[in-house]
């Protein structure tokens, strides 16, 4: 008998079928991965299993359980049920965790509701599991607030909350797609390790991930089972359309050659410092005399860990933040401080994606008027049909249709959600394009598509690209050039493909190693750094890394090696040994 099994699965919305005729089956102990992409349906049947659909959704078919009929249920049986026999854990733990309860609170709390412990023999099992998933000094993490922790660390309270009660099926939606790759990677390791008493349904749209663990695999489009079977199988002779479109854009890592001459600078920014107020005496420095330039035309990625300082210095460019110290050049003029400081011309030309859409679209407006705002404000003049025109345009260059003027954000899927946003950016017709996380939470063969919009509407205007990412394989599917991020400073920057073939700082060489290799056949990608990244307000002596770094010496921890240009190669590097490539380009 199947752990799990799912026939002919139906979940409606009014006349709209999210979910269509699907039937799967999940066997003890195995790892089953369902992909497809935002609005294929993959989200609605997780919640369709845990029983956790609003009362609008009118559901039909049978979900079985070890041999239970969960849609029989009360929903008093479903809750004894949840956490003890099966648990999920959702892509956002910001959302999912109590912002007002410890963290220790909140695990004793399923602890408590299940009759599983009580008093000091709580807390224990609580800390315990904390332990279990990582978590450094858990018995500390127990007084901590969701707020205190890492993005990477409250996804770990999330899977330890999800444990506590041993469930035999774990559903894990999209559980890493917001982390960056090392953490990532840690998770992944932790959610292998359950897997001698604990069945997995990975819901995610990294194939790299589905690759490196997942048995079996199924495909999901429009609703419907497309198609099914082993990772390899699938991965080596994919039948359907969509699962071809899938493997395709997870393996397309082309990246068109850097635009020529340095004169042309459309930005720049010289020793830029950004910090933040902490307490009555302190003063947090995200950004450290960080120095460097984009080309117009040109895609310039930054990536590193959550806390390196990527956001605040989209912001700092952008104005949004004043600079604590140093210049941003734009165009060849100086820029003020802040936005406030800045022409209205100039704010036009420049302009900023979100990683969240739901935190930038209003929710009262439709996407018509979401993104004909900058045009009524920057361009008051215009007439109603070349807005509309030009609104449609925009929604063109990301892949949607006139058929989305007229729905609010709450009508759109996450992914539709984010492109509204890049054409409310792109309506402007943009000098420099700021992108912060803006395709995070777009699936494979969605994201490949806008990629290559944004590269076509960049090689018909020159449009520059400031791109923040934690996701390497998309960087290097867009970025000419590419600068990594460390603890505020920039430790190694070049082109692209010589810094994804050969990086010369340990610090990129995990990043990399990190990556999901979307190839059931390769080894899976894995974590070769320990510990979090530190804190702003107390970072180590010498190279920021050397707690972190297995080739660490003396002289990292007395003293910080510059940003130098290396070999006569176009390319700056941070660290003392960056000419010994056997140290770093060897994988660990």
């Not at 663990?213 to 359907?240: K, Y």
């Not at 007229?406 to 890049?422: C, D, F, K, V």
Request: proline letters at 6%.
């Amino acid at each position: 008998m199947s752990l799990l099994e799912v026939d002919a699965l139906t979940v409606r919305y009014g006349a709209d079928a999210v979910v269509d005729d699907l039937s799967f089956a999940l066997e003890p102990g195995e790892a089953l991965g369902l992909v497809g992409e935002s609005g294929s349906g993959k989200s609605q049947t997780a919640l369709a299993v845990m029983g956790l659909l609003p009362a609008t959704a009118a559901v039909g078919g049978s979900i079985r359980f070890a041999g239970t009929d969960l849609r029989g249920l009360g929903r008093k049986a479903m809750n004894r049920l949840r956490s003890v026999s099966l648990a999920i854990v959702f892509q956002d733990p910001s959302l999912a965790l109590n912002p007002y309860l410890t963290i220790g609170r909140q695990l004793t709390a399923i602890l408590h509701a299940h009759d599983l412990a009580r008093g000091p023999d709580a807390l224990a099992r609580a800390e315990a599991a904390l332990a279990d998933v990582g978590l450094p000094d858990p018995r500390r993490q127990l007084a901590a607030y969701p707020h205190e922790l890492s993005g990477g660390m409250r996804q770990r309270v999330m899977i330890a909350a999800a444990l506590l009660g041993k469930p035999d099926l774990l559903i894990a939606d999209e559980p890493t797609t917001a982390l960056d790759v090392t953490v990532q990677a840690q998770i992944l390791e932790l959610l292998d390790r359950l897997r001698d008493h604990t069945s997995l349904l990975l819901i995610t749209h990294d194939l790299g991930v589905i690759a490196g663990h997942c048995e079996r695999m199924l495909v999901m489009e429009s609703g419907r089972l497309v198609e099914s079977g082993s990772t390899a199988t699938v991965f080596r002779a994919p039948e359907h359309a969509a699962t071809q479109a899938l493997i395709g854009a997870a393996t397309d890592l082309a990246v068109d050659s850097p635009p020529a001459g340095d004169s042309d600078f459309l930005m720049s920014a010289d020793a830029l410092s950004v910090g933040y107020p902490a307490g009555r005496s302190q003063r947090l420095a995200a950004v450290r005399e960080l120095s460097l330039a984009l080309r117009r035309g040109e895609t310039l990625a930054v990536v590193g860990e959550s806390g390196s300082g990527k956001t605040s210095v989209a912001r700092a460019l952008c104005g949004l933040v004043a600079p604590a110290g140093g210049s941003v050049v734009f165009a060849g003029k100086r820029l003020g401080a802040t936005l406030a400081e800045r022409d209205l011309g100039l704010k036009r030309r420049i302009q900023l994606v979100f990683q969240d859409p739901a935190g930038s679209l209003s929710p009262g407006m439709k996407v018509a008027e979401i993104v004909a705002e900058p045009l009524r404000v920057h361009e008051p003049g215009l007439a109603r049909e070349e807005v509309r025109r030009r609104v449609e345009a925009a929604l063109a260059d990301v892949g949607l249709g006139p058929e989305y003027l007229g729905r609010y954000p709450h009508e759109l899927s996450g992914g539709q959600a984010q492109r509204t946003a890049i054409a409310r950016a792109l309506v402007l017709r943009p000098e420099l394009l700021v992108c912060d996380e803006a395709v995070a939470a777009l699936d494979g063969s969605v994201r490949a598509r806008l990629l290559a919009r944004l590269k076509a509407v960049q090689a018909n205007t020159g449009l520059g690209i400031l791109f923040i990412a934690h996701d390497l394989a998309v960087v290097r599917q867009i970025a000419h050039r590419v600068a990594v991020m460390y603890l505020g400073r920039i430790v190694e920057a070049g082109e692209t493909d010589a810094v994804f073939g050969n990086p010369r700082h340990p610090y990129t060489r995990a990043l990399i190693d990190a990556v999901p290799v979307p190839d059931p056949l390769r080894p899976a990608g894995r974590n070769s750094l320990s510990g979090e990244i530190p804190s702003p307000l107390a970072p180590p002596s010498g190279c920021a890394f050397h707690p972190r770094c297995r080739w660490s010496e003396p002289r990292c921890v007395a003293g910080r090696p510059a940003l130098e240009r290396i070999g006569g190669e176009p390319r700056r590097v941070a660290c003392w040994r960056a000419e010994d490539p056997e140290l770093v380009t060897t994988p660990g």
